[in-house]
Structures are given as C-alpha cells and as structure tokens.
C-alpha cells in the first residue's frame, strides 16, 4: 500500500502526467520534477499539479467551429492540463450539447463556470449549473412553468448530475415522485438572453399558495435517510431560494449502505476517469477504495475537490494503469478519449495546425472538428444528456479508422512534421529506432518483445535491409514517417 | 413510476451495461439455426418516441379511447390534438373496436400499409417494472432484460443470437454510425461500425517511394493487431479483435459504395430526394445488402442497426402541422423506409428483408405546453415483404382511471384485459424464431421468462406472434 510520501520514479511521474493531462511532453516533466525539488513523491507531485490558479476559460466565439477551436488551441498550451481534464470531465458530467442549445456564447459561459470550479466546490458548482444558461435551454428550465411542469431537468439532476437511479448495492436512489416534486419547485426560472442571467418569474412559478392542492414540495420520502417524512423543500422559504434548497436536500442524500449517495457517486466517476473501468461497475474492493477517498478528503461534508483528487492521485488505485507490457488478464488498462488521443499526439509531435480550421496539412486535410467528429468526440456537442460512453465503447471500426486516418494525416503533413527534430537521425540500429520513436510517444514501456520484432520487421522489410540509414530522403520519409503513424496506430497506444 | 426493479443487472453491480462476456448456453447449439438468405435490420427512434401521437384512436369503437385522448391532448396553440380527419387509418384495435389512425407524418408508412400490406403495427408494446430513464429502458430494450437476469446479462438480444450463430471470425453485423449498437453486443463474433462505406478505406500514406510502402504496413498493422486480439487483457484483445475486422473490412466495405452508385443510380437519387439523415443510413445499408446479393467477396453481414435520433420532445412537438417536430421525424423515417423498400423489392430482396423498429419508451398522456415528458409502453413496427401487415396488440388503456400514479398507462399482462399489453420480447422471440430459424428452445433461453403475479410478468411466452406470413 502506497500514500502520499511513496516516491515516485521517473517513469510514474510520466505516468501521473499521462492520466492528468494530455501526454506527458518533455518541457511539462522537467518543470514538475524541478517543482518538487527533484524528489517527487506521490503527495508532493499532485500538491503541484492541484495548485492551479481556479481562472476561468470561455471557448466562445460567434460561431461553433471557432469556439470549438478556441478550446482546441488552449487544450495544445493550457495553463494547467489537468484543470482541463477537470474541465472536461465536468463537460461529460453535465453534458450539455450546442446544437441544442441553439447559442455557442452560452455554452462558452457553461464552460467557463466548469474552469472555475474544476478543483473548487462540487455543491456550489451544481447550484451553479442550475442557474446556467445554456443548461436551462438544454434540459428544458425555462419551459418548465407552473401551469405544465417539465420533469427534463429534474430527472437528470437527481440521474446523472448527483445521485445516479441506483446506490452502488443496487437499490433505487429516488422515486418518480421526487421528480416530479423537483420540477414544481424549479418552475418559472428564465434567463436575460444576452448575458445569460438567470432571474425568477414569479408569476410562472409554483407557490404552494396559489396551488393549496397540491400541498407542500416534499422530496425523499420513501428514498434517501430522510424517514417517511422526507424533506420539504419549501423550507428555506419559497421562491427562488427553492432550487438551492433542493441541492442541499440532495447533497444530504444517504443510500441504503449509510453512504453519502452524491459523494460516493462523483467519487466513483471521478476514480473511473483518472483510474480504470472497474470502477465503472465497483466490485467491494473498488468501493473500498471509493469509501476511502472520501474519509480521507471528507468529501462528503466538505464537497471540496481539491482534497478528493488528491486522496485519489495518491491512492494505489490511480498507479494501476502504470503496469508496463507485456499486459496479463488482471492488467489495468483505460482506453484514451478521442481528445487525448487528438491533443497529446500534436503536443509530441509537436506539429502545428492549420488556419482557422485547424487543419492537419496533410492527407485529408481535415480540420480539428473533422477529426474528432469521426473519432466520436465532440466538445461543445456531446451525443446526449448522458454524455460520452467511456472505455471500449470509443472503439469501433469506424472510430478506429478515424484514429488512423489521423495517425496517417499526421505523418503525411511534411510541412509541418518534421521527425529530425524528434528522434536522431544517426540511429541505423533498427531496433534503437524503434525504442526513440516510442519514446517519443510515450508508450516504450509497453511494447511488447513481440511488437518490438514487428516493428524492427516493417523497417528492415523482414530483415532484408539490416539497417536503416535515416539521413537518405526516401528512407526516411517511407520508414520513419511510416514507423510513426505505425506507432499511433498501433494497439497499445489507444490505452493509457 | 416503480424503480423497484430487482436490481437492473444482479450479478455485475447496477449501473451500465457490463463488459460484454461471451455468450454460452448449453440450450443453444452453434450453427443450429440461422437467417439463411434474409436480413434484419433494426431501427431505434432515440429519446422516446410518443407512441400516442403515433398510433391514435379515431372512434371510441366499444370503449372510450378518443374521449380519453382528447381530455389530455388539447387543440389550439401548443396542442397535441390530431383530429379524426388528420388520421391516417390503418384498421380497428382488437381489444376495444376503435377505429385507429396513424400520425399523418407516417403517411409513405401508411402508403407501405395500403399498396404492399407489409406493415406490422404492433401496439402497447413494454416490460414490467418499468423506467423512465433514457438510459436505463433503452439499455432494457437493447439487453431484452427488464429485470436484470443475470443469465443474459451485458449482452444484446441481437448480439445473443450472433454469438450463438456465428464463429468468431465472422462478421455478421453492421451498424450505421460511428459506434457500436447495443442491441448487438456481445464480444463472440464482430460487428462493425461504418457510418459512410466511401469513407471506410484503410489510410495510407501516399508517400510514393517503395510503391508507398503498402504491402509492409499493411503486414505490421495485421501482426500488432492479431497479436492484441489474442491477449488476456480484455480491452487490448477487444482493440486487437476489433481492428483485424476493420482492417479486413475496410478492404471489402468501400467498394460497395461505387458499386451502387454504377448499377443503381435511380435509386440513388430516391434516398437524395429524401434528403435525410434516415434515408441516407440506410441508403448504406441497401448498399450493403446489393453487395451481398452480388456476391462480393468479405461482405457477408445480414444484421444492420441504424437509429434516429430527435424523439425526445419535451418540447416542440406539434401535433399535426407539418412543421411539428414529431411530423418531420415522422416524415423522415416514413418516406426514408419507403424508399428503402422500393429498392429492395427492384433487387428482388424486399420479401427477405424485415425492418424492426422501436424506441426505448412512449410519452405521458397529458401534455406540457407544446411537448411530453416520458411514459411507458408504446408501438414498435414490423415492415417487410413477408411480414403479415395489420394491426397486432391492443392500445393501452388511458383511460382516466387506468392511469397510474404517474399518469402513465400501466403494462398488463392479464389474459381477460381488453388492454392487454404486448411485451416486448414476445416480438423479439417471434423475430428470433420464425425470421432468424431459431428453435422455441434457443428462443427461451435467449429471452428466459420472468418470474411473478403472471397479471403483471411476463411468464407466459408467446414466440408464435403471427407477425409473419406462413
């Protein structure tokens, strides 16, 4: 069992920076190592990452494409990798698609509240997001009114943005009654549409004085630790105090094990994502290690996420994905999100796109939105209210080939790749050619003895050319070129 | 709602769909059973298609479903109202008499119904217990497994048969879109993912020395590839497997594009004349299927999934003005499988081809202001050369003092109920069992019946739907 103080070698510090941004380039792992004074250690490592200023970023722009691509440029030369992994994993978690919106400026401001909470307050960024514009259009807020309540919002607030339909022992969370009880209390909210302000119409709003029959707004009365009374909403006072009073009664929330529900769900997700799928179905040992995090952060009175990131970048369970090849049965791997692949091979690389497009210049010729549109990953345009389906569902023939092309696309984009200042065009052993391109792309450790051999084959063409003279035109723009897109196309770099 | 449910999947934990284990049954024999010469495709109306704007009583018939109708579903600005005359009438309901109509967006649907009688509308169909969560039904429906039965547990019920049918180098299915379906999960044989075949060759740099270098890449990318496919780790072997499918198909898939652009340009342009997403899914997969009947070498797929997604109109809905957004949904799948159908039957495919379409729940009887929130069963379609068109199933019962707590129709299963519901996987099985030649023993273990009251479970089994002509 590690903590805070393991040290961590070279190789794990590579690792951290890997699952905590976008690649681990060069440049990013000398300045980490000489912010912690050359000895990294688990505790000390992720103390440096989570002191990122908690500043803002709004992808915005008067169309989709350019805030889009405004995104894209920050995401190459962020100032912190990791508040825009947090970024974006809080755009998964309260998805929230453009097209649906009808208004990208909103959106931009949507992403710039994630920015803002990325490592603040969970609860706090929560009564946020109810008052966000973009997602009072997404989910239905501003038609939810009095007279005909929509339940749109209401029901993915408690499905997806806290609770989740059923506890990790597998009973429900909530009723549909709650729901409904939810919709009646967030009726009437709107917002100015130039700004995006949020504001209460009274007169769309449903008082318990104007609707006598309907009684009290009361959630939670079967479900959640609060007895068969439940919890009155219009406690706090009526109105537009209602809708905080909801995420307080929410955040409250215990599940049949005794657990805080929000704190052991945002735990799991937030484990998933750094660490491993297992966590996306926690068996006892992955609950035991979500239970953990949260005691140790006290997540669960707090809702503070700087101190549950660090419990869970110093956790064994983040090392996991670490293990080196050849892979067993019981190796933890997680499979790269487009966007990682798509940011962390520019940033090694080091190729510059093209125009406002953003274009790779070579092979299709296609723009940043292009290519991960193929790749199944969108920012600013998840698929659904559920946003993105992790793990192996991002592979598919299709999605794979769009990786490919791009792969492809890359190494063909000779105006802008350019491997002499990658790898040491001196190198004729085949084998340490191998070695400095994987290197380059970060995945040396986990090449196989097999897949070494199979590269060594595709440069010497099975031996017959025993060694590669990298100086000569051809050579290098059929081998080289060929071994990188290779390297990016291969197996063991879609996992991380 | 109940969420009651005995745990969405025992076994696994509850929450999403598990990794997909491969599917072993010693009931269901390998090779035993099969489509033949037929294709099933499968179309999904995303986000929960209203089925009570869909199919719509005209009459009160022996009952008193319009008056019902028309007390939720109002007239006027923002109403849902379809009128007796907006309704395109596809015959009487079997349980109550009333006369029904379809949505007139549906109307190259209803022309299929008229001219060909090759429309099954199968009414009321639903599961016990059920959700209304997006996620939580459309995974019911994709799995066939209301009630988490761990049996059949993370797979699809699609993907079941294609485990049980077909080796694990074949590739039997295709899904248009760029990712896989559930409805055909399973990890014994490969499904691919293809959203356009023009665009599904395998790059290569065009770098001209060495004739492009095709041969050797093309050999490193087999061997890491096959070498994943054939490691313990589960998510290298699913990308190894995964991507020696691709590379095969991707060799295969993309003539086909040009092949059916050549020999049936007419056709061609009927899909552009449509000019939706819809019609342009399964324009690739007619082009899948020409290929097939032509006999092209590595194209072999008789299982297609497309969807369309766009039904979850909370808001926006209309009711029948063509500017509605229920009516161009409508419209789009309608005139997209009129098409679809007219180029089969001119390949002389359409009597083998059956497309089975659904949506993972219907919408709440009383409105909102120009839209519904989720409710509870729903029609699904059969459409086909072979299928045995008319009205099946009963509608549910809304009337006032049916409704649950939640306002929504409740499933039943009582033999004597004029509303009898249709369950969902007595359509599965019939599908299963008199499309894809399977046994009623393979069947029932693909689709194992519930448990409970047998008023409100589905422990009585009906594979035998006369959904088909005999």
């Given amino acids: 069992m590690g903590n805070e103080l393991t040290p961590l070698t070279t190789d794990e510090v590579r690792h951290v920076l890997r699952r905590t941004g976008f690649g681990a380039p060069p440049n990013e792992l000398s300045k980490l190592l000489g912010a912690v004074g050359g000895n ?8 440096v990452l989570l002191s990122f200023q908690e500043k803002g970023f709004r992808p915005n722009g008067n169309e989709f494409e350019k805030a889009h691509n405004k995104w894209i440029n920050y995401l190459i030369k962020p100032k912190s990798a990791l508040q825009e992994k947090l970024a974006i994993f809080f755009h998964d978690h309260f998805a929230t698609s453009s097209s649906v919106v009808g208004n990208v400026r909103l959106m931009g401001g949507q992403i710039n509240t994630l920015h803002l909470y990325a490592r603040g307050n969970f609860k706090n960024l929560v009564k946020a997001i109810n008052k966000d514009a973009a997602m009072m259009e997404m989910l239905d807020t ?11 919002y209401g029901r993915e607030l408690l499905e997806l943005f806290t609770l989740g339909v059923y506890d990790l022992a597998g009973n429900p969370n909530y009723l549909q009654e709650d729901i409904v009880q939810i919709a009646r209390a967030f009726t009437g909210w709107d917002y100015f549409s130039n700004k995006g302000i949020p504001y209460l119409r009274d007169y769309e709003h449903d008082f318990m004085v104007e609707f ?14 609060f007895g068969s009374g439940g919890m009155d909403i219009t406690a706090d006072g009526e109105g537009e105090n209602e809708i905080d009073t909801v995420i307080d009664i929410i955040f409250e929330h215990t599940d049949t094990d005794g657990k805080n529900t929000v704190a052991r769900r945002l735990a799991a997700r937030l484990l998933e994502y750094f660490c491993h799928g297992g966590f996306g179905e926690p068996g006892p040992a992955e609950i035991a290690v979500i239970d953990q995090v949260i005691d140790e952060s006290n997540f669960d009175t707090s809702w503070n996420l700087t101190p549950l990131l660090r419990a869970i970048f110093v956790n064994d369970a983040f090392f996991e994905t670490a293990g080196v090849a050849p892979y067993s049965a019981s190796t933890k791997k997680s499979v790269k999100w487009p966007i990682d692949y798509f940011i962390s091979t520019i940033r090694l690389t080091g190729i510059r796109l093209q125009k406002s497009e953003r274009r790779v210049a070579g092979g299709n010729y296609l723009g940043a939105v292009g290519h991960l549109t193929n790749m199944g990953q969108i920012l600013l345009e998840p698929p659904s209210v559920f946003g993105w389906n992790w793990e192996t569902a991002w592979i598919s023939s299709a999605t794979l080939l769009a990786r490919f092309n791009f792969a492809r696309d890359i190494v063909a984009a000779r105006s802008v790749f350019n491997p002499a200042k990658l790898v040491d065009l001196d190198a004729t052993d085949p084998g340490e050619i191998v070695d400095l391109v994987t290197d380059v792309l970060g995945i040396v450790d986990q090449v196989t003895p097999a897949e070494h051999q199979i590269f060594v084959d595709y440069l010497t063409d099975d031996g017959a050319n025993p060694t590669i003279d990298l100086r000569d035109y051809e050579i290098r723009n059929t081998k080289l070129h060929g071994l990188f897109a290779l390297v990016m196309q291969s197996p063991a770099y879609q996992l991380h | 709602m109940r969420i009651s449910r005995r745990r969405f999947l025992q076994g696994a934990t509850a929450g999403a769909l598990s990794v997909p284990t491969l599917f072993s049954n010693p009931f269901v024999g390998r090779a035993l059973a099969n489509i033949g010469n037929r294709y099933l495709v499968v179309l999904f109306l995303d986000g929960g298609n209203d089925g009570l704007n869909t199919i719509a009583p005209i009459d009160n018939g022996g009952a008193t479903l319009r ?83 761990p049996a059949i547990a993370g797979t699809g019920w699609l993907g079941r048969h294609l485990a049980a049918t077909y080796g694990a180098s074949a590739i039997p299915g295709v899904t248009i879109d760029n990712s896989f379906a559930g409805v055909l999960r399973q990890s014994a044989t490969s499904v691919l993912a293809i959203e356009r075949l023009e665009d599904f060759g395998f790059p290569y740099d065009d770098f001209y020395a060495a004739g492009g270098d095709i041969a050797a890449k093309r050999a490193a990318f087999d061997d890491l590839y096959q070498a994943a496919g054939a490691n313990a780790q589960s998510q290298l072997s699913f990308i190894g497997t995964s991507g020696v499918a691709t590379l095969l198909s991707s060799e295969a898939y993309p003539p086909l594009h040009a092949l059916y652009e050549t020999e049936r340009a007419a056709q061609n342009q009927a899909y552009d004349s449509v000019g939706r ?33 766009g039904y979850d109109t909370h808001s926006d809905q209309g009711a029948g003005q063509t500017t509605g957004r229920h009516y161009e949904l409508h419209a789009e799948v309608a005139d997209s499988l009129k098409v679809f159908y007219e180029d089969l039957e001119d390949m002389g495919a359409a009597d083998r081809v059956c497309v089975l379409v659904w949506s993972e729940f219907s919408r709440r009887l009383t409105q909102n202001s120009n839209g519904t929130d989720h409710g509870s069963h729903g029609p699904m379609f059969l459409i086909g050369g072979q299928v045995n068109g008319g009205v099946f199933g009963n509608h549910p019962n809304i009337n006032d003092a049916a409704l649950d707590g939640e306002g929504n129709s409740v499933y039943s299963q009582a033999a004597l109920d004029p509303f009898r519901s249709t369950d969902f996987r007595d359509v599965y099985g019939t599908v299963l069992k008199h499309w894809c030649g399977m046994t009623q023993m393979q069947v029932q273990a693909m689709l194992p019946a519930d448990a409970g009251n047998p008023n409100e479970y589905w422990t009585a089994p009906n594979f035998d739907l006369s959904l088909f002509l005999p």
């Fill in chain 1, 212 to 225: 006598p029959e309907r009684g009290d707004k009361v959630i939670f009365q079967s479900t959640g630790g």
């Fill in chain 1, 40 to 47: 990294p250690t688990r505790g000390s490592v992720a103390d």
């Fill in chain 1, 142 to 152: 501003v038609r939810n009114v009095k007279a005909v309540p929509n339940e749109n």
């Fill in chain 2, 67 to 149: 008056d019902a109708y028309d007390g939720h579903r109002g007239t006027g600005g923002g109403g849902l109202n379809l009128t007796p005359a907006q309704l395109l009438s596809i015959g009487n309901d079997p349980g109550s008499g009333a006369s029904l109509g379809l949505h007139p967006g549906l109307h190259s649907l209803h022309d299929l119904h008229v001219d060909k009688g090759a429309v099954a509308f199968i009414q009321g169909c639903g599961y016990p217990e059920y959700s209304l969560s997006h996620e939580v039904s459309s995974s019911i429906w994709q799995t066939g497994n209301p009630l988490g039965n």
């Fill in chain 2, 277 to 309: 997403n819809t019609a342009e899914d399964l324009r690739e997969v007619a082009k899948i299927i020409y290929g097939v009947e032509q006999g092209v070498t590595g194209v072999e797929a008789r299982f297609f999934h497309l969807s369309n997604g």
